[in-house]
């Protein structure tokens, strides 16, 4: 079947098993991280219990097996995203590090006074602020494209927006605040053609759809390996072999360098040239795991069971009249609603629905400046993934009844 059976993957998430105060846990905070399934947590295992060791080809049998594992594994998250190899693939604790890495290393080498960099009005502060602070240091400009009443991108601004001056377009392919996909492909021609880079925030999509860098035509991408059933602290940094060849390494030190002498030294090889001293070795190997479990669930059943959840959540929470719901309709989003009860804090919120098991985020979910032009200072939020089902949104809907008789 086209569709992914929730019920049978939730038998790999022992977490889901959870009690809160005598509820059921019901987690619904899966833009914020996702829960790791037992192949995963059993890659982790096998990794400390059989073949920890440092990488970088030490001569005995542990290491030759951890930096084959660990090589293998870039390999792995390369076929996953339809990057040409392993040498486009580092990894990164995050998002956010991939952000500041080509920020660090390109950034800081090539902006200057008259350069622009064009971000939108939705980003996420790992790109917003990362980037907005690169200007304020290189004397480089930063502009916003703006967002439509429905959360969409302004394209006709963005067009206008990006010029010759323009030297790099970040852009989230998915919000984690309204759930908008972006035309990202259409941002990359923009951006193309006065001479820029596209980078692709991929921290929410990567994990829910299925994501061709080359098909998008993305300079750089990055995403986080723990929105996707991966650890905390693995992620990976997508470049262009011909971009990574380019610009310097950001991060000096051990297992980045080809030859040290006291005046100077050179580079090893791509991707570790970007990648200095002892990395997350288990965290890369587990992140690998995680996209073999999720090629097996296949990313297209994932992406429209995200979507089914998306859509059956919007029209629940907009049959009640006090509910205000952010971004686009509830057909063409991804597996996140942001949304505002009329008279209740979003935190009381999420304080109320956690009582009865249900987890949810509220806040500004590191998009502080888009919250302002939405005209809200926080929201509550609910995102989905793989293991959640139907009759868990009721029991949102169901408690948010709760809240309201307590606040009203
Ligand atoms: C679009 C986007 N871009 C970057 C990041 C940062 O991911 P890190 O793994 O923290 O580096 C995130 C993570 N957003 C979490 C934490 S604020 C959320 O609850 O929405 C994201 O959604």
Redesign the pocket.
């Given at each position: 079947p086209d569709t992914l059976n929730a019920e049978a993957i939730r038998e790999d998430f022992p977490i889901l098993d959870r009690k809160i105060g005598g509820s059921e846990l019901v987690y619904l905070?899966n833009?914020?991280t996702s829960q790791t399934p037992q192949q995963v947590i059993e890659a982790i295992v096998d990794y400390y219990t059989q073949y920890n060791a440092n990488i970088h080809r030490g001569l005995h049998t542990l290491s030759q097996e951890a930096s084959i594992a660990y090589e293998e594994a870039h390999d792995t998250v390369a076929d996953f995203i339809g990057a040409d190899g392993r040498e486009e693939i580092v990894f990164t604790k995050?998002?956010?590090?991939a952000q500041n890495l080509v920020a660090y290393s390109w950034g800081m080498n090539e902006l200057g006074p008259g350069d622009e960099i064009v971000l939108t009005q939705m980003e996420?502060h790992?790109?917003l602020v990362t980037w907005q602070q690169m200007c304020k240091r290189t004397g480089a400009e930063v502009k916003y494209i703006p967002i439509t009443n429905e959360g969409y991108l302004d394209m006709e601004a963005a067009e206008s927006l990006v010029t010759d001056d323009t030297k790099l377009v970040s852009v989230?392919h998915?919000?984690?605040t309204l759930g908008t996909i972006n035309p990202v492909d259409e941002l990359a021609a923009i951006a193309h053609d006065h001479g820029a880079y596209l980078f692709v925030?991929g921290?929410?999509s990567v994990p829910t759809r299925p994501v061709d860098v080359g098909a998008l035509d993305a300079d750089f991408l990055a995403f986080?390996g723990?929105?996707m059933c991966g650890p905390t602290g693995s992620?990976a940094l997508y470049g262009k072999k011909e971009i990574l060849e380019e610009i310097e390494p950001a991060f000096y030190g051990g297992g980045m360098i080809r030859k040290v002498e006291y005046e100077d030294s050179t580079w090893h090889d791509l991707p570790w040239k970007f990648e200095a001293g002892t990395p997350g070795i288990c965290e890369g190997i587990a992140l690998a795991a995680a996209c073999e479990y999720l090629s097996d669930i296949g990313m297209e059943r994932v992406q429209s069971h995200e979507e089914s959840l998306a859509e059956y959540a919007y029209d629940q929470l907009a049959r009640c009249d006090d509910v205000e719901i952010f971004g686009p309709p509830g057909n063409d989003r991804t597996g996140l609603v942001s949304f505002d009860v009329e008279g209740i804090h979003p935190h009381d919120l999420s304080s109320i629905v956690n009582e009865h098991g249900v987890a949810i985020?509220a806040g500004d979910?590191?998009t502080q400046p888009l919250h302002g032009t939405l005209g809200v200072p926080a929201s509550a939020r609910a995102s989905f993934y793989i293991y959640n089902t139907h009759e868990e949104i009721d029991v949102l809907v169901d408690v948010l009844h709760e809240a309201r008789e307590i606040f009203h």
């Open positions: 905070d833009g914020a995050n998002t956010t590090e996420h790992a790109s989230s998915v919000s984690n925030d921290a929410q986080s723990h929105k992620g985020r979910h590191c």
